[in-house]
């Protein structure tokens, strides 16, 4: 069943993009970049802003359903009798006073044996933070606040929309460099005008070519900002925290490593959560840095 959830959300958020963005350029009267002349390189550029852009945007947007649905997160009332979620949205909400937030985050928990946590939402004033059945029974009441802190540290840097941002222009630059060489690289093998189907079909395969090549670089670039934004969430969960405490979540992390949940779908929410497990060439694409390289660096004050 939640297999088939995931699967819908999916398929509706795609669909969702695509209609949104192709209204979009029509509304922009984008006209297509391909013609008789050769490539119509405005045309171009407007239409890899849109679609780079406009699906990072979108995901943005829907970012606190996405995690509702895909995740099963469930939404803590901040009214409620059970002490211990009780605890759980007092204590994000002070970090988030502490943080100097207006609007208090929603606090919600998510069934996975996995000790893990993470924040999303589009806006300072519209997030969520979410942690996993696991971290609140494997972790302590120190150990969780400073969990909380880094996330809360996210939400007050801004730190989704940045990402969204990041992502919107690696998406926009690898679409048009990838069309652009295809173009060339079409044109190369077209000799006359009557093999004009054939340069049609080798433009279609380089672009798909130069698509996954850019996409594959571009995610490192990506993973690289990430990485700096995980610093810079560690230092503000030691300010609002405590330096201690957040040192306390990183170690607690570490010794919890081998946890994972099977069920869930890691890659989905991997870029959102406060812990990563990069390995070998994979670190060059991982979204988080090594846990001992943040604890170390806490420890000396960087």
Not at 185 to 207: I, K
Request: charged residues 20%; proline residues 3%.
């Amino acid at each position: 069943m939640k297999i088939a959830k995931r699967v819908f959300l999916f398929l509706a958020v795609n669909v969702l993009v695509v209609a949104t963005i192709s209204i979009v350029l029509n509304l922009l009267g984008v006209r297509p970049y391909l013609n008789a002349r050769g490539i119509d390189m405005t045309a171009l550029a407007v239409f890899c802003l849109v679609w780079g852009f406009g699906g990072a945007f979108i995901s943005l947007g829907l970012s606190r359903v996405m995690a509702k649905w895909g995740m099963g997160v469930k939404l803590i009332d901040p009214g409620t009798p059970d002490p211990t979620a009780q605890e759980l949205v007092s204590t994000v909400h002070r970090l988030a006073q502490a943080a100097g937030l207006r609007t208090m985050p929603q606090v919600g928990i998510y069934d996975s044996e996995e000790v893990n946590a993470f924040a999303t939402g589009p806006t300072k004033n519209r997030s969520l933070v979410a942690v996993s059945t696991g971290l609140l029974r494997r972790m302590r009441r120190d150990e969780v606040e400073g969990v909380l802190g880094h996330e809360i540290a996210h939400v007050a840097n801004g730190d989704m929309v940045t990402m969204t941002l990041v992502q919107g222009v690696v998406n926009a630059f690898t679409m048009f460099l990838a069309r652009v060489l295809a173009f060339f690289v079409a044109q190369f093998f077209r000799r006359d005008e009557e093999e004009g189907g054939m340069s049609h079909l080798v433009y279609f395969v380089a672009t798909l070519v130069f698509d996954i090549a850019f996409s594959i670089l571009g995610s490192v670039v990506v993973a690289w900002f990430s990485r700096l934004r995980e610093y810079r969430a560690d230092a503000g969960g030691a300010q609002i925290a405590g330096r201690d405490r957040m040192i306390a979540a990183l170690e607690g992390l570490q010794r919890t490593f081998g946890v994972v949940d099977p069920h869930t779908n890691q890659a989905a929410v991997q870029t959102l959560k406060i812990s990563g497990h990069p390995t070998g060439l994979m670190r060059f694409f991982s979204t988080h840095p090594p846990l001992e390289a943040r604890i170390a660096r806490l420890k000396s004050g960087v």
